[in-house]
């Protein structure tokens, strides 16, 4: 199944998890003594509706509050200003439709600057990485991986069951392109 696939085929708590997992992956490396972590909130409102609204509302104040222009982190307070207050909202599919073009985004970003990576990052989307580069195809990789974990425990009663799973291989790809944006920064100096 395409990526684009499995996000039609998503329910609300996938579509919630794999958008947050796609936007924690692509937060630039927090100044010293700031959240490392600020779309933490959010994670447990992907396993409880209830607890959406105060959380969203939570996590754009604290990145509204930071102001950080660096990288990713613009466009993310963007979508997160987009994000549905209702987790059921209609809107839901089109938010974590956008957070997964913009991880794969930022990702080609990283491996190459490219005026063609919005649509390098539709193709991956539809017709796989080929061509692509390692990031991105990676990128890809953990995608399809947090929407089939997701699907494998949907019928499972607890609602956070896979959260966990998400939640390490989402922070995997964190320091994957952390540590690319590092070495080319360095390269850069």
């Not at 447990?44 to 607890?51: K, M």
């Not at 590092?182 to 390269?187: E, N």
């Amino acid at each position: 199944m395409s990526l684009l696939e499995l996000i039609a085929a998503a329910d609300e708590r996938g579509l919630a998890a794999s958008a947050v997992a796609c936007l924690d992956r692509c937060l630039p490396q927090p100044p010293d003594g700031a959240d490392p972590d600020p779309l933490r909130p959010l994670w447990a409102a992907c396993a409880d509706p209830a607890l959406w609204p105060g959380r969203l509302a939570e996590v754009r104040a604290v990145l509204d509050a930071a102001a950080d222009e660096e990288g990713a982190a613009p466009r993310i307070r963007k979508l997160l200003g987009e994000a549905p207050a209702d987790r059921a909202a209609p809107g839901l599919r089109d938010w974590a439709d956008a957070c997964s073009l913009l991880a794969l985004e930022v990702h080609l970003g990283a491996e190459a600057a490219s005026a063609a990576a919005a649509e390098t990052a539709r193709r991956c989307r539809e017709a796989g990485p080929d061509g692509a580069g390692p990031l991105p195809a990676g990128e890809l990789r953990r995608q399809v991986r947090i929407l089939e974990l997701l699907a494998g425990t949907a019928d499972v009663p607890a609602a956070g069951a896979g959260l966990r799973q998400v939640l390490d291989v989402s922070a995997e790809g964190q320091r994957v392109l952390r540590a690319a944006v590092s070495r080319r920064a360095r390269g850069q100096g």
